[in-house]
Protein backbone atom coordinates (compact mmCIF):
# COMPACT_ATOMS: atom_id res chain seq x y z
CA UNK A 1 0.00 0.00 0.00
CA UNK A 2 1.50 3.11 -1.02
CA UNK A 3 2.01 5.28 2.20
CA UNK A 4 3.08 8.74 0.46
CA UNK A 5 1.49 11.48 1.72
CA UNK A 6 -1.25 13.18 0.06
CA UNK A 7 -1.16 16.93 1.22
CA UNK A 8 1.56 19.30 1.93
CA UNK A 9 0.39 20.30 5.55
CA UNK A 10 2.76 19.81 8.29
CA UNK A 11 2.42 19.74 12.41
CA UNK A 12 4.83 21.19 14.14
CA UNK A 13 5.52 20.31 18.11
CA UNK A 14 7.06 21.00 20.75
CA UNK A 15 7.76 24.83 19.61
CA UNK A 16 10.18 26.27 21.42
CA UNK A 17 9.20 29.68 23.29
CA UNK A 18 11.44 31.65 21.30
CA UNK A 19 8.82 30.80 17.68
CA UNK A 20 6.52 33.22 19.07
CA UNK A 21 4.65 34.13 16.12
CA UNK A 22 3.52 32.83 12.82
CA UNK A 23 6.50 34.99 11.47
CA UNK A 24 8.76 33.34 12.90
CA UNK A 25 7.26 30.12 11.79
CA UNK A 26 6.93 31.03 8.55
CA UNK A 27 10.80 32.45 8.55
CA UNK A 28 11.81 28.61 10.26
CA UNK A 29 10.07 26.61 7.72
CA UNK A 30 10.41 28.77 4.15
CA UNK A 31 14.31 27.50 3.99
CA UNK A 32 12.52 24.22 3.19
CA UNK A 33 9.85 25.78 0.34
CA UNK A 34 7.37 28.19 0.12
CA UNK A 35 4.66 28.26 2.79
CA UNK A 36 1.33 28.93 1.99
CA UNK A 37 -0.16 29.48 5.34
CA UNK A 38 1.12 28.85 8.67
CA UNK A 39 -0.81 28.80 12.27
CA UNK A 40 0.81 28.47 15.71
CA UNK A 41 -1.56 26.74 18.36
CA UNK A 42 -0.03 28.74 21.54
CA UNK A 43 -0.57 26.53 25.19
CA UNK A 44 -1.88 29.72 27.30
CA UNK A 45 -2.12 27.70 30.37
CA UNK A 46 1.82 27.18 30.47
CA UNK A 47 1.26 23.29 30.52
CA UNK A 48 3.86 21.93 28.11
CA UNK A 49 4.83 23.83 24.57
CA UNK A 50 3.17 25.18 21.40
CA UNK A 51 2.28 23.46 18.08
CA UNK A 52 1.58 24.71 14.83
CA UNK A 53 0.47 23.95 11.41
CA UNK A 54 2.56 24.98 8.22
CA UNK A 55 0.95 23.92 4.44
CA UNK A 56 3.73 23.67 1.76
CA UNK A 57 3.03 24.76 -1.74
CA UNK A 58 4.21 20.83 -2.57
CA UNK A 59 4.56 17.62 -1.07
CA UNK A 60 8.39 17.80 -2.11
CA UNK A 61 9.01 20.35 0.52
CA UNK A 62 7.06 19.74 2.97
CA UNK A 63 8.78 16.43 3.03
CA UNK A 64 12.09 18.05 2.94
CA UNK A 65 11.13 20.55 6.22
CA UNK A 66 10.41 17.31 7.83
CA UNK A 67 13.39 15.41 7.42
CA UNK A 68 15.65 18.53 8.37
CA UNK A 69 13.10 19.81 11.03
CA UNK A 70 12.07 16.16 12.72
CA UNK A 71 14.38 15.66 15.84
CA UNK A 72 16.17 18.91 15.24
CA UNK A 73 17.20 20.83 18.13
CA UNK A 74 15.67 24.63 18.10
CA UNK A 75 16.19 26.88 20.90
CA UNK A 76 15.51 24.33 24.08
CA UNK A 77 13.06 22.51 22.36
CA UNK A 78 13.58 19.41 20.24
CA UNK A 79 10.65 19.02 17.74
CA UNK A 80 8.03 16.57 16.27
CA UNK A 81 7.72 17.34 12.96
CA UNK A 82 5.82 14.81 10.38
CA UNK A 83 2.84 15.46 7.91
CA UNK A 84 -0.73 16.77 9.96
CA UNK A 85 -3.44 13.62 9.99
CA UNK A 86 -5.37 16.08 7.49
CA UNK A 87 -4.87 18.60 5.06
CA UNK A 88 -7.07 21.78 5.66
CA UNK A 89 -8.72 21.50 2.86
CA UNK A 90 -9.36 17.96 2.30
CA UNK A 91 -13.14 16.39 2.59
CA UNK A 92 -12.71 13.61 0.76
CA UNK A 93 -13.94 10.23 2.78
CA UNK A 94 -11.55 7.94 1.16
CA UNK A 95 -8.76 10.35 2.28
CA UNK A 96 -9.67 10.26 5.51
CA UNK A 97 -7.09 10.05 7.79
CA UNK A 98 -6.27 7.06 10.88
CA UNK A 99 -7.55 8.71 14.06
CA UNK A 100 -5.55 11.19 15.84
CA UNK A 101 -5.55 13.09 19.70
CA UNK A 102 -6.56 16.18 17.79
CA UNK A 103 -9.87 17.59 17.77
CA UNK A 104 -11.37 20.25 15.78
CA UNK A 105 -15.05 21.06 16.97
CA UNK A 106 -17.08 23.93 15.34
CA UNK A 107 -20.47 25.86 16.01
CA UNK A 108 -19.42 25.86 19.36
CA UNK A 109 -21.48 29.90 21.01
CA UNK A 110 -19.31 32.36 19.84
CA UNK A 111 -18.47 33.56 23.22
CA UNK A 112 -16.69 30.11 24.46
CA UNK A 113 -13.52 31.07 26.24
CA UNK A 114 -10.71 28.63 26.62
CA UNK A 115 -11.94 27.42 30.37
CA UNK A 116 -15.42 26.52 28.97
CA UNK A 117 -14.12 24.43 26.06
CA UNK A 118 -11.63 22.52 28.34
CA UNK A 119 -14.83 22.05 30.76
CA UNK A 120 -16.72 21.06 27.90
CA UNK A 121 -13.98 18.45 27.03
CA UNK A 122 -12.76 17.03 30.34
CA UNK A 123 -15.93 14.34 31.30
CA UNK A 124 -14.15 12.26 27.59
CA UNK A 125 -10.41 12.65 29.25
CA UNK A 126 -7.59 14.88 30.23
CA UNK A 127 -7.19 17.70 27.86
CA UNK A 128 -3.47 18.57 26.98
CA UNK A 129 -3.98 21.76 25.41
CA UNK A 130 -6.80 23.56 23.56
CA UNK A 131 -7.42 26.83 22.04
CA UNK A 132 -10.63 28.93 20.39
CA UNK A 133 -9.89 29.98 16.92
CA UNK A 134 -12.60 32.12 15.98
CA UNK A 135 -15.71 33.46 16.74
CA UNK A 136 -17.65 32.45 13.75
CA UNK A 137 -19.14 35.78 14.08
CA UNK A 138 -19.40 37.65 10.70
CA UNK A 139 -21.90 39.11 8.64
CA UNK A 140 -23.95 41.40 10.90
CA UNK A 141 -23.15 39.22 13.56
CA UNK A 142 -24.42 36.42 12.20
CA UNK A 143 -22.15 33.42 11.96
CA UNK A 144 -21.80 29.18 12.26
CA UNK A 145 -20.24 29.73 15.37
CA UNK A 146 -16.96 29.20 17.32
CA UNK A 147 -14.22 26.58 15.90
CA UNK A 148 -11.32 25.21 18.03
CA UNK A 149 -8.75 22.64 18.33
CA UNK A 150 -8.59 20.30 21.28
CA UNK A 151 -5.84 17.84 21.76
CA UNK A 152 -6.85 14.78 24.06
CA UNK A 153 -4.66 12.89 26.16
CA UNK A 154 -4.77 9.85 23.71
CA UNK A 155 -6.62 8.52 20.33
CA UNK A 156 -9.13 6.60 22.84
CA UNK A 157 -10.03 9.67 24.83
CA UNK A 158 -10.57 11.80 21.63
CA UNK A 159 -12.45 9.11 20.07
CA UNK A 160 -14.53 8.96 23.42
CA UNK A 161 -15.39 12.88 22.79
CA UNK A 162 -16.49 12.36 19.44
CA UNK A 163 -19.02 9.68 20.85
CA UNK A 164 -19.93 11.40 23.56
Do not use: W
Not at 112 to 126: A, K, Q, Y
Request: charged letters at 20%; glycine letters at 10%.
Amino acid sequence: MDQSPRHSNVYLANLPPSIDSEAGLRNLCSTYGTVESCRIVRNTRGEGKSFAFCKFGTIAEAMAAIAALNNAQVGSSVLEVKIADADAGDRNPELLAPPSDNLYAKNLPNTITEDELRSLFSPCGSVIECRVLHSGAGRGGEGAGAGALIRMSSVSKASQAIQH
